[in-house]
């Protein structure tokens, strides 16, 4: 009887067994793309680092795809011809080899296959976004530009009546000098301390008793950032935990970023609708920096990496909207 | 006998290095940040009847799910989360502590019976309480608290929970299957307002420089600060140890001034 | 007629011959920069990374050079270090050529770990870089070791850290180019033993794969090279102090308050480097606040003593400008140009907006380029003036000042506004939003190309005496 049931089960389930199988594939493949893919390319999303996915299966055979998948070292070594210009294309960004296996490769080709559906072409790489023209120095930068170029022209000219004051050789009181050294050694002092104490509490750590309205975990890792509302904390969460392709903040909140890296060290540089700094924190692998930050403006804003994270580093870029 | 006094010390050291390693904050915790609690009536251990939001009205609360006749972890849970607020301090003026009944056959003289058990009859600051079946419904579910009776034993099958309320809403959640000191400390430490910039991913740094002190909320210095001490201490080790040789070489006699030192002189 | 040392000429040529090239390449990294040599941009990185480790180990063995010159007016430096240091660090330059040359490693000079390991270069050209900075950190540390050893044969560590002074005792007379340099060489040898142990670290990872914290490593990786170019600096301007005073006509003597200072220096300059790490929320913020208060303490001994000291000494002084005096006067200003960066961008909350901006390489290359590369060619002049004593024309070499300084402040100014407008460092193209950053760029390239016409005027005047040492050097 038991045997019956198994047969029959066997009877009903064969049939479906490749579609399930292929499934697999691609749910495995949809894991492997998020860990291994994502951070340079989409599928249907538009060009990033390398170019857009979506109907690569379409464009190149399926053979080329697998091979250029496992070993683009390899192929762009022996100068293959769409490997190369796809290197001349992007930048001259080179495809790293990745490690992957054959079968992997498969998986994720099934994967494309089933995310990029049958539109033949992809979206072309992006023209390059027209240059925007200079924006105003907000307060904070011009502040710090203009302290400066204060006390540097206050250096230089001291300097010059000293060097112009050779053309008049005299004897020089140095007990008279000492004296004044004596004042100014004061008076720089005091104005260090002042600038200490006057500074400090403008540090960006320890908020205490302060409750963030909203916590976003990033992971960064070489080319991209990527956005979550549960923490990912090695590239194993990839294609598991779910991520945000677009974030929305509400305007005057107050916003916990926990920043950490995968890979390398990156920086988490918070760009407002001015493109200037607003706030950054770096993004360590092995620690998380919590970076608490209050956005008024509304607008778009954009995430560079501050801290140099090899040849795609100024690539690397995410953003956000506050509304 | 020496080989395996040794083996007992590494076993020892290494449950112990196992324990230093925080585990960061897991993907079941990091899901109940910010949730609203819902607001229910309790009936406490001395029969008074209060809605939840009045223990977290003018400052935070710690809550722990728990029933009276769990032969398991509860009991033993509960003496370690007094134990643990006892050694982080700050109970009563930062926080207060609510062990909620999860079990809706406990009374309130099971719950007093329990708190007189663990020495927390009296204290102002613990709050032992049971709830009706609802409003039980509501708060398991709205913080994901797994709980299953088992009729056969007789007992419920859980795990343990420990979440800290702040006007409503969580601001941390422990999912404790295995207890763990220092995160339960750092908690407690956020309870009271402190600020904790610094939580490690786990088992990614190793001699590392700073850990957290959960029992002082202070961060203290670990055994990579040597490393980053040792070569300011070569430095003066160097700085003395040639300077004491050089000077014992010279006790014979003072070289001559080089024929540059003398034009410079000259030049005074 | 004072002959020329002849390592001191040596290295005078290495420096001469490596600064130009080196030089180039930071053209090269502006103008891919402005989005001009757009084919060759992969290269970017790998130039950055040569640019960087380049010009600070050619400025450090510069300064260091220097420093063995002036010692040799005292003591003796031995003469078979001198060679081992010559040599090192032509093997550790080779090594470094060749991986990124071949290899095309591109870790950035100060290869933040784990970098090294995980770009898109291969293995070993990682593993060259590392035993490149092996060679020249073994060597390095040989080198400053043994000019310890030559002031201790003369001083004691008390004198020549003038403790006597601050016991209020100005016999034995110790020239402040001495106390300055044996405390930048104590502080040496903190900062490469630091950079011994990085190196440690990344050799334990390759060997047996236990990974390092990436804290620590970065604390390390930034007291090692924070401290290597701040001593650097010292160097140089313990060189303006020796030399100086014979164009003034005027002495510029130690005493207690510059023993003070300097002793203040020796003991600030090992907390100074916390200020690399104010954006890692993870570290205490103790130490954060000590970063800031060391950064700004040790501004007040350097202006107070050593920039007010070297305006009194030239104020109403019967100067002798030459090129030398010219360089050192500017090289001081540049120093305090610099400084002032600095300062600003250790301030905690500026840095927030400053940190890895193009406000970092801005303030570093005021005070490296105008401040050190200046004060180290005053002193290289000098010395080869003095052997071949040949006509100076004033004229010329005003003109050779001049160039520099006019391409160098140009050049510092397009950094500063591209730092003030939030552009991030070491990008090799920028987007959309920060296409100003390439126009300053393409400015910066200009004046860039300016500064090294000044150089080659600079060459001329000081190669052809530089050759005719050559001929008498002992």
Redesign the interface.
């Known amino acids: 009887m038991r045997y019956l049931a198994a047969v029959l089960l066997l009877c009903v389930l064969v049939p479906f067994a490749p579609a399930r199988a292929e499934n697999e594939a691609a749910d495995r493949g949809r894991i492997l793309f998020e860990q291994k893919c994502a951070s340079c390319h989409t599928i249907g999303g538009g060009a990033r680092v390398g170019p857009d996915l979506q109907g690569a299966h379409q464009r190149r055979s399926e053979e080329w795809l697998l091979r250029f998948v496992t070993e683009p070292d390899r192929m762009i070594a022996e100068k293959d011809e769409i490997a190369v210009r796809l290197v001349e294309q992007f930048n001259r960004i080179v495809m790293p080899n990745l490690g992957l296996q054959a079968s992997e490769a498969r998986e994720l080709l099934a994967h494309i296959k089933l995310v990029g559906g049958t539109q033949a072409a992809a979206a072309p790489p992006q023209p390059a976004a027209a240059p925007l023209p200079r924006p105003d120095l907000i307060a904070p930068q011009s502040i710090v530009l203009g302290v400066f170029l204060f006390v540097s022209a206050i250096i230089v000219l001291v300097f010059a009546w000293v060097g112009f004051s050779t053309r008049q050789p005299e004897e020089v009181n140095v007990k008279k000098a000492y004296g004044f050294r004596k004042a100014l050694f004061a008076t720089a002092s005091a104005v260090v301390v002042a600038t200490l104490v006057m500074t400090m509490p403008g540090a960006p750590y320890a908020v205490a008793s302060l409750k963030a309205d909203r916590i976003v975990y990033v992971a960064a890792r070489q080319f991209d950032f990527v956005f979550s509302d549960e923490p990912i904390t090695s590239a194993a969460d990839l294609g598991r935990i779910p991520t945000m392709r677009h974030l929305d903040l509400p305007a005057n909140a107050l916003v916990e970023f926990r920043v950490t890296s995968l890979d390398v060290n990156h920086g988490f540089g918070v760009y407002g609708p001015e493109r200037q700094l607003l706030a950054q924190t770096q993004a360590m692998p092995g620690y998380v920096n919590r970076l608490r930050v209050s956005l008024a403006q509304p607008g778009h804003y954009k995430v560079f990496c501050l801290e140099y994270c090899a040849a795609g580093h100024h690539a690397m870029q995410s953003g956000f909207d506050v509304k | 006998m020496g080989i395996r006094l040794l083996i007992g010390a590494c076993a020892v050291i290494l449950s112990l290095a196992a324990q230093g390693a925080a585990p960061?904050?897991s993907?079941q915790e990091?899901?109940l940040?910010?949730r609203a609690v819902p607001d229910i009536p309790l009936q406490l251990a001395d029969g008074r009847s209060v809605q939840i939001s009045e223990l977290w009205r003018d400052r935070p609360l710690l809550v722990t799910f728990f029933y009276r006749r769990c032969s398991g972890v509860c009991i033993p849970f509960l003496e370690w989360v007094r134990n643990a607020t006892r050694e982080a301090g700050g109970i009563g003026g930062d926080y207060r502590v609510l062990a909620l009944s999860f079990d809706d056959a406990d009374t309130a003289s099971d719950v007093a019976a329990q708190a007189a058990a663990l020495g927390l009859r009296d204290s102002p600051h613990w709050f032992f309480a049971v709830a009706n079946r609802e409003a039980l419904a509501r708060i398991t579910g709205a913080l994901d608290f797994w709980h299953r009776y088992d009729p056969a034993r007789r007992q419920y099958e859980h795990n343990a929970l420990i979440v800290g309320i702040?006007?409503g809403r969580v601001?941390r959640a422990l999912v404790a299957s295995g207890v763990e000191g220092g995160r339960m400390r750092e908690l407690v430490w956020e309870l009271r307002?402190?600020?904790i910039?610094?939580?490690?991913?786990?088992g990614?740094?190793?001699?590392?420089?700073?850990t957290f002190d959960a029992v002082s909320g202070e961060?203290r210095l670990d055994w990579?600060m040597l490393?980053?001490m040792?070569?300011?201490l070569?430095?003066?080790a160097?700085?003395?140890g040639?300077?004491?040789?050089?000077?014992r070489?010279?006790r014979g006699g003072?070289?001559t001034?080089?024929p540059?030192?003398a034009?410079?002189t000259s030049?005074? | 007629m004072r002959p020329a040392n002849s390592y001191t000429l040596y290295w005078m040529g290495v420096t001469f011959l490596l600064f130009p090239i080196l030089i180039l390449l930071g053209i090269y990294m502006r103008t891919v920069q402005a989005g001009g040599l757009a084919g060759t941009v992969t290269w970017f990185y790998p130039m950055m990374t040569l640019h960087g480790v380049g010009m600070v180990g050619v400025w450090y063995v510069a300064a260091m050079a220097c420093a063995a010159d002036i010692l040799g007016r005292y003591t003796e430096p031995s003469p078979a270090v001198r060679g081992l240091a010559l040599g090192g660090t032509l093997v550790g330059v080779l090594l470094l050529l060749a991986c990124v040359f071949l290899g095309k490693f591109a870790g950035g000079w100060y290869f933040l770990y784990p970098l090294p390991f995980k770009g898109e270069w291969p293995a070993w050209s990682a593993v060259a870089f590392l035993l490149s900075l092996t060679v020249l950190g073994a060597t390095w540390l040989v080198w400053t070791l043994d000019l310890l050893r030559a002031i201790a044969k003369k001083y004691t560590l008390t004198q020549a850290l003038g403790w006597h002074y601050l016991a209020g005792r100005d016999e034995p007379a110790i020239p402040p180019s001495i106390m300055i340099i044996t405390v930048s060489l104590i502080a040496g040898v903190a900062a490469l033993a630091a950079g011994v142990i990085v190196l440690v670290l990344f050799y334990q990872e390759l060997f047996t794969g236990a990974a390092s914290d990436a804290l620590m490593v970065k604390n390390l990786t930034f007291f090692f090279g924070h401290t290597l170019v701040n001593l650097a600096m010292y160097l140089g301007v313990a060189a303006a102090y020796e030399v100086l005073p014979q164009y003034a006509g005027r002495p510029w003597k130690a005493n207690k308050i510059v023993a003070i200072s300097w002793n203040t220096v020796l003991l600030i300059v090992l907390f100074a480097y916390f200020h690399h790490l104010y954006m890692d929320f993870v570290q205490p913020g103790t130490l954060q606040y000590i970063g800031q208060i060391a950064s700004y303490a040790s501004a007040i001994p350097a202006a107070v003593v050593t920039i007010f000291g070297a305006l009194l000494l030239v104020y109403r002084a019967r100067m002798r400008w030459n090129l030398a005096s010219l360089l050192f006067f500017l090289g001081l200003i540049g120093w305090a140009v610099g400084g002032m960066g600095a300062v600003i961008d250790s301030t905690i909350s500026a840095n927030v907006r400053l940190h890895n901006t193009l406000w970092v390489p801005a303030h570093f290359h005021t005070y490296m380029l105008a401040g050190l590369v200046f004060l180290v060619f005053a002193y290289f002049y000098h010395c080869s003036q003095e052997a071949a004593a040949e006509p100076e024309r004033a004229g010329r070499q005003k003109l050779v000042s001049v160039l520099m300084v006019a391409g160098a402040y140009g050049f510092f100014l397009m950094f500063y506004l591209s730092g003030a407008y939030s552009v991030p460092r070491r990008f090799a193209t920028y987007p959309a939003e920060l296409a100003h950053g390439g126009a300053f760029s393409a400015i910066a390239a200009v004046f860039a190309t300016v500064f090294l016409v000044g150089f080659l005027l600079y060459l001329a005047e000081t190669g052809s005496r530089w050759y005719k040492a050559m001929q008498t050097a002992s």
């Open positions: 960061g904050v993907v990091s899901r940040i910010d702040e006007d601001m307002g402190s600020f910039p610094f939580y490690a991913v786990p990614q740094t190793a001699l590392s420089c700073f961060t990579g490393l980053l040792l070569p300011a070569l430095a003066l160097a700085a003395v040639i300077f004491a040789l050089g000077s070489r010279n003072m070289k001034i080089a540059g030192g034009w410079i030049h005074r």
